[in-house]
């Protein structure tokens, strides 16, 4: 499932918009590749620069840190995230199968492409599901939050939430449970491929975690 779609992202989190120009549609396409393959840790400016054939300074026109630039591709995930969940659940009555589609997003691989832009989302849910705690597990959170820049995550789990309280309207604990959710398919996925002995995933099944998520929701929620 393919769209032709772009989100407006916070523009505090940027010095210049990538979307604007080329060049910063290519440092955004090109940013999403690097981590995915180094690892958060290891990319660097310097690396994307040689990568797109251009220089550091103009990296730093754009985004002040790579901190950031990691900021910007999770806030752009996140809009496409609730974008999804908005558009297959529009025409869906039955409750249980809203939480049922809205699991099976979260745990679902993605198609390589975000259309138009080129953005790997194969490649960007693999980012958001092994460095996406770097985001927000910071000293400067705090200032961090007074910008808006998590928006579009609380957004998502608002939406999710809403669907949960659709479902069971007793249940005290909606915005909890959705962040619950998506942290813990998170961690499951990834604890599933590095480090099976953390989960109940053997033998190894892709659609693991879809399972247990589903089995957690439904127990919780009665």
Same mark, same amino acid.
């Given at each position: 499932m393919d769209f032709q779609v772009s989100f407006k992202v916070n523009e505090k989190i940027y010095l210049r918009d990538p979307e604007?120009?080329?060049?910063?549609?290519?440092?955004?396409?090109?940013?999403?590749?690097?981590?995915?393959?180094?690892? *958060?840790?290891? *990319?660097?400016?310097?690396?994307?620069?040689?990568?797109?054939?251009?220089?550091?300074?103009?990296?730093?026109?754009? *985004?002040?840190? %790579?901190?950031?630039?990691?900021?910007?591709?999770?806030?752009?995930?996140?809009?496409?995230?609730? *974008?999804?969940?908005?558009?297959?659940?529009?025409?869906?009555?039955?409750?249980?199968?809203?939480?049922?589609?809205?699991?099976?997003?979260?745990?679902?691989?993605?198609?390589?492409?975000?259309? %138009?832009?080129?953005?790997?989302l194969a490649y960007l849910n693999q980012i958001v599901i092994a460095e996406s705690s770097k985001a927000y597990l910071v000293k400067e959170v705090t200032e961090i939050n007074k910008e808006a820049v998590f928006k579009p995550y609380k957004d998502l789990c608002a939406k999710i939430a809403e669907v949960i309280s659709g479902y069971n309207p007793k249940y005290k604990f909606p915005r909890s449970l959705s962040s619950t959710l998506i942290e813990t398919s998170h961690n499951q996925q990834f604890f599933s491929l590095n480090l099976p002995r953390l989960t109940d995933n053997t033998p190894a099944k892709a659609d693991f975690t879809r399972h247990f998520l589903e089995d957690l929701l439904f127990k919780v929620l009665g």
């Amino acid at each position: 499932m393919d769209f032709q779609v772009s989100f407006k992202v916070n523009e505090k989190i940027y010095l210049r918009d990538p979307e604007g120009s080329e060049i910063g549609r290519q440092i955004i396409k090109h940013s999403i590749d690097l981590i995915n393959v180094l690892g *958060f840790e290891q *990319f660097t400016f310097k690396k994307l620069a040689a990568t797109i054939n251009s220089t550091e300074a103009t990296i730093y026109r754009y *985004f002040e840190n %790579k901190h950031r630039l990691l900021l910007y591709i999770l806030n752009w995930y996140w809009c496409y995230m609730e *974008f999804l969940v908005m558009f297959r659940l529009q025409n869906v009555k039955d409750k249980k199968e809203k939480l049922r589609i809205i699991v099976s997003l979260l745990t679902q691989e993605l198609p390589d492409s975000s259309g %138009k832009l080129g953005y790997n989302l194969a490649y960007l849910n693999q980012i958001v599901i092994a460095e996406s705690s770097k985001a927000y597990l910071v000293k400067e959170v705090t200032e961090i939050n007074k910008e808006a820049v998590f928006k579009p995550y609380k957004d998502l789990c608002a939406k999710i939430a809403e669907v949960i309280s659709g479902y069971n309207p007793k249940y005290k604990f909606p915005r909890s449970l959705s962040s619950t959710l998506i942290e813990t398919s998170h961690n499951q996925q990834f604890f599933s491929l590095n480090l099976p002995r953390l989960t109940d995933n053997t033998p190894a099944k892709a659609d693991f975690t879809r399972h247990f998520l589903e089995d957690l929701l439904f127990k919780v929620l009665g």
